[in-house]
T-cell receptor, first 115, second 108 residues
């Protein structure tokens, strides 16, 4: 059973703080993703990674960076948190193979509030 | 460019009534379509995928390439179906594109 875990369920930070969100998966998946989930906007891709030390920008990368030093771990970094980054952050992983049965597996989410 | 559209943000139906959640997509290649569901206080999880042509929890979805649609249907809604539903498209680069979601409420 695939497990994707996120370091915190709830996080409260102040404007200007540096924030780290951690995600770990235990299925040896090559692909990992960070989304933010906002009401009425659905899931929007921030960054994704298809291999260690590789990263690609998604649709809304501004204000974020990522790190993938190990295959199982994908970190999202808010260099200087702002109030408009208050959101639910979802991490996901999937296999790299082209099989049509490769779905995305999601973590429980981190609800970040920036004051 | 890829796009997934879910025109209904909110949908309410009575228990036992049929339900259809709409999803339209735009993609130049051959799409892979999925429906994901998020129940209250639970993580987002896969409901079904078009390639499997399966029925999960009574839900089915047929890919209509002519209409570029992948609507989710269930003949008799149950209270436990109340959740947020997302339609998603996977491209050949393994990226997923999600719609904005439809919140389904089944009224007892």
């Amino acid at each position: 059973d695939v497990k994707v875990t996120q370091s915190s369920r709830y996080l409260v930070k102040r404007t200007g703080e540096k924030v780290f969100l951690e995600c770990v998966q235990d299925m040896d998946h090559e692909n990992m993703f960070w989304y933010r989930q906002d009401p009425g906007l659905g899931l929007r891709l921030i960054y994704f990674s298809y291999d260690v030390k590789m990263k690609e920008k998604g649709d809304i990368p501004e204000g974020y960076s990522v790190s993938r030093e190990k295959k199982e771990r994908f970190s999202l970094i808010l260099e200087s948190a702002s109030t408009n980054q208050t959101s639910m952050y979802l991490c996901a992983s999937s296999s790299l193979t082209s099989s049509s049965y490769n779905e995305q597996f999601f973590g429980p989410g981190t609800r970040l509030t920036v004051l | 460019a890829q796009r997934v559209t879910q025109p209904e943000k909110l949908l309410s139906v009575f228990k036992g009534a049929p339900v259809e959640l709409k999803c339209n997509y735009s993609y130049s290649g051959s799409p892979e379509l999925f429906w994901y569901v998020q129940y209250s206080r639970q993580r987002l999880q896969l409901l079904l995928r078009h390639i499997s042509r399966e029925s999960i929890k009574g839900f089915t979805a047929d890919l209509n390439k002519g209409e570029t649609s992948f609507h989710l249907k269930k003949p008799f809604a149950q209270e436990e179906d109340s959740a947020m539903y997302y339609c998603a498209l996977r491209n050949t680069g393994n990226q997923f594109y999600f719609g904005t979601g439809t919140s389904l409420t089944v009224i007892p």
